[in-house]
């Protein structure tokens, strides 16, 4: 049963950094784009960034359920090297406000839905561009992993990042274990890197990664995250991650180009979902080689 939607307490705050959004912004944010972020966390569990000062003070990470949290945010229980643990997940936007009130502004999904937590549906490859790299090579990078995907039967999605780079997303039927499905991500990382050396690594170390374009596999392990499609980033400027068609990468200036004021007016104009036919794809992953 839902509880009473949430109040927002301090609805004047400034939230952003370089930006003037307030807490009561975030949360009309939010309820603007509901289903459409929702299709993405909803029955999921979590992880949020939390910021109880704005993004000028200290955020930090939060997986673990607590009750402070809101009466609709629910609790499932996950299992842990250490044992059953308290995972956190929303049904509505109702959770989503409740989960504003505390100071979240960012939304990390796990790619396996509560019901079936170690059956992943989806992947992730994460372009995280190394210092002196540009935006055009982001967009040839994502290009090359949504052919690379294709080669092995896949088809995928783009997303900005909110951040400095983008996303390549995949539907996957459910039924491959984390480690099989980490271990073909990092196959496909790592086949890039071999035949592009001078613009793609598959290794975190920095100092390989300068002027080359990271393909971040990591993503797809068990309990692992990335953000979701219309959260908000706790950057300055409030960026949000934005899902786009395949055909609007070239035209963005950037990984930020959408703040929470032109992400909402993209959401509500939107006709079409820039994702369509996601959901409906039934791809298997490729078995190992």
Known sequence: MAGTPARISSPD??????????????ADYYRAVGDRLLAGIAHRPLSLVRCPDGTAGECFFQKHHADSLGDDVRRVMLAQKSGREPYLYVEDVEGVVDLVQMNAIEFHPWAARIEDPERPDFMVFDLDPGEGTGWDEVVRGARDVRRRLRGHGLESFVRLSGGKGAHGVA???????????????????????????????????????????????????????????????????????????????????????????????????????PWEGYADLDQVLPAPA
């Open 171 to 273: 539907p996957i039927r459910p039924g491959p274990s984390w480690d099989t499905l980490r271990s073909f991500c990092e196959a496909v990382a790592v086949e890039m890197a071999g035949q592009a050396p001078t613009r793609y690594v598959a290794t975190m170390a920095r100092e390989k990664r300068r002027g080359r374009i990271f393909i971040d596999w990591l993503r797809n392990a068990r309990g692992s995250t990335s953000v979701a499609s219309w959260s908000l980033r706790a950057r300055p400027g409030a960026p949000v991650a934005v899902p786009i068609r395949w055909e609007e990468l070239g035209r963005v200036a950037g990984p930020a180009a959408f703040d929470l004021e032109r992400a909402r007016r993209r959401a509500a104009r939107l006709r079409r979902d």
């Open 13 to 26: 705050r400034v939230v952003f950094q370089d930006a003037p959004y307030t807490k009561q912004d975030v």
